[in-house]
């Protein structure tokens, strides 16, 4: 007779539940998961229908007691959000999971999957999966209340510059829509002189005039006009100005520098041609081609103004023009612009082609200019100049003819141009007829210098045909390498019209 050992493996014995009587493994309640769950809902309590605001307008949900946050369909600070609004509810259990159930994005539904588990009968845990439903209620927020208001504003920055020319602000406004400063005006109102840039917050308007301070030489004051106050809860509503004044310099301005700052930028020549205006002034010696860079502070402590009108541009005819080759540079002179060529030239008016009279000067345009060719410049021989500095100067050392920039036939330079420029969305009141034509000028300065034209986004034109990069003439384009295609938002990959895009 044998011994035979019990089998290691034991099968756990099985009750009968006290209900339905279906056998089940023992547990704390000897209730099968079917009638506990009949008798035992955890989920009571936790709403399974919430609503949630939503502002079209910003595309900001709104989180109570007064935020508003941006967030992208299912992500998780939407599911964050969602989870707060039944916070109260869900702290009577324990949540294991939750996540998204996917909807269509237009069906202002939002569905989230939960996963809770909750202590009942004897100390048996339940767990449970259900689906909360959430309603995307549309609700304009009170920064879209403000903007649709159009006259509710807390700060203004007013941009002004005393000068006849409106180049530099064309080139701040594509400043501005380069880097995306217009999103949070309120308004842009244009007049004479200047822009105003309307906010809801002060804190964006000085954001915009730290932006200005960087892109060009200026200075401004600030000041506050008291509105309302609540003497109970000590808070006062304010109106915030911000007068900002650009420096009265434009680019093909003609200045003359106070001797003392002439002689600290390298002992260059009193009369200048300002060639750009960025976040500095930049300014060439037509005499010895030596350059400078005038910021704001250096600008405002040594004030100077532009000698001639542009209106009073005259148009002269290149006689003879020699390339200086050697050219003896005084003690501590300055850098030497090697984009130029120092030319001496005759020159004669147009106007006054049946005399021979005929203008001796130096000139920066060496590499541009031959006899027969077309210039602008300033005759300043036969100017009343009105300027403290010029009449301190030696009349020698005042030349008679400063040239400016070579002439093109503009006609035709607009029929082929080949690229736009977006604009922002102002109101215009007292707008000048000249406006067209300073714009003009703007477009052609983009065309002419490479160093402004990579601070702005230049859209290609479909509707004008692609030709060569210059034309007889020799008139500089703008190559198509530095163009964007302009996207359209009903046009889908293809080119084609696309289907209508709902926000």
């Not at 730290?210 to 008291?226: I, N």
């Not at 002269?316 to 001496?344: N, P, Y």
Request: charged share 25%; aromatic share 8%.
């Amino acid at each position: 007779m044998e011994y035979m050992p019990e089998p290691a493996d034991r099968s756990p014995g099985h009750i009968l539940c006290c209900e339905c009587g279906v056998p089940i493994s023992p547990n704390p309640a000897n209730i099968c998961v079917a009638c506990l769950r009949s008798k035992v809902d955890i989920s009571q309590g936790i709403p399974k229908q919430v609503s949630i605001s939503f502002c079209k307008q910003c595309q900001r949900y709104f989180q109570p007691p007064g935020a508003w946050i941006q967030c992208a369909l299912e992500s998780r600070e939407l599911l964050a959000l969602c989870l707060k609004k039944i916070k109260a509810p869900l702290s009577k259990v324990r949540l294991v999971d939750a996540g998204f159930v996917w909807t269509e994005p237009h069906s202002k539904r939002l569905k989230v999957k939960l996963t809770i588990q909750k202590e009942v009968m004897n100390g048996a845990i339940l767990q449970q999966v259900f689906v909360v439903d959430y309603i995307v209620q549309p609700q304009m927020c009170g920064d879209c209340h403000r903007v649709e208001a159009k006259d509710f504003w807390k700060a203004v920055v007013q941009v002004r510059q005393k000068t006849l020319h409106k180049k530099t602000f064309y080139y701040l406004e594509q400043l501005i829509l380069k880097y995306g400063m217009h999103q949070n005006m309120l308004r842009i109102k244009e007049i004479h002189d200047g822009l105003d840039f309307y906010y809801s917050s002060k804190q964006h308007a000085q954001k915009m005039v730290e932006f200005l301070q960087c892109t060009v030489p200026c200075r401004y004051k600030s000041s506050q006009r008291l509105i309302s106050q609540d003497i109970h809860s000590n808070t006062y509503n304010y109106k915030s100005t911000f007068s900002v004044e650009i420096v009265p310099i434009c680019k093909d301005n003609v200045v003359c520098l106070s001797p003392k700052l002439a002689q600290s930028l390298g002992n260059m020549n009193q009369i200048c041609v300002c060639i750009r205006v960025t976040s500095a002034i930049h300014l060439i010696d037509p005499h010895t081609l030596q350059v400078a860079d005038i910021d704001g502070n250096t600008f405002w402590s040594h004030p100077f103004n532009s000698l001639c009108h542009p209106k009073q541009l005259e148009e002269f005819i290149v006689m003879e023009c020699s390339i200086v080759r050697d050219l003896k540079r005084s003690a501590g002179a300055g850098m030497v612009s090697k984009k130029h060529t120092l030319g001496e030239v005759w020159v004669q008016k147009t106007s006054e082609m049946n005399t021979d009279k005929q203008y001796f000067c130096r000139t920066h345009l060496g590499h541009l200019l031959n006899p027969g060719d077309l210039v602008l410049g300033f005759d300043l021989a036969n100017c009343n100049l009105n300027d403290e500095h010029v009449n301190k100067m030696n009349s020698d050392r005042v030349p008679d003819v400063v040239l400016i920039k070579k002439s093109y036939d503009r006609t035709k330079r607009q029929r082929r141009r080949n690229w736009k420029l977006k604009e922002l969305a102002r109101d215009r009141e007292n707008m000048d007829t000249d406006d067209e034509r300073q714009y003009q000028d703007f477009l052609e300065d983009l065309e002419e210098d490479e160093a402004i034209r990579k601070n702005v986004n230049i859209y290609r034109d479909s509707t004008i045909p692609v030709e060569s990069d210059t034309d007889d003439e020799g008139a500089p384009r703008i190559s198509l390498a530095e163009m964007l295609e302009d996207l359209h938002i009903s046009q889908d990959a293809t080119g084609e019209e696309g289907e209508s895009m709902m926000t």
